[in-house]
């Protein structure tokens, strides 16, 4: 495994500085996300979460898959040996997400 050098620990520490990246991880512990989720979830813009997920990706800790229109996120952060302690320091999030799955938000993203 390739250690991160300064400047990609420091984009790693710039990217979990911020609160709703936090909240991010912490629903991405509870699985693969759709943006659409995570929009509904942390009540903010699609672009806003882009922002957010740009950052997290160019920091190495989430990876993206693409499902035609559909952009789904997950947890990466392999090159960061204390990442999964990071990780597991996060709040649960699985009450928010079982909100998400039984709300009826019309949320039509399949993976």
Known sequence: M???????????YKALGDQTR????????????CVCELVQILNITQPAVSRHMRKLK???????????QWVFYSLDGSIYP?????????????????KLNICDSGISCNS
Request: hydrophobic share 35%; with cysteine.
């Open 2 to 12: 390739n250690m991160p050098d300064f400047e990609q620990l420091t984009e790693c």
């Open 22 to 33: 936090l909240q991010i991880l912490s629903f991405l512990k509870e699985g693969e996300r």
């Open 58 to 68: 160019n920091a190495k800790l989430v990876k993206e898959r693409r499902s035609g």
């Open 82 to 98: 204390f990442f999964e302690k990071i990780v597991d320091s996060l709040p649960d999030s699985s009450e928010e997400i079982e």
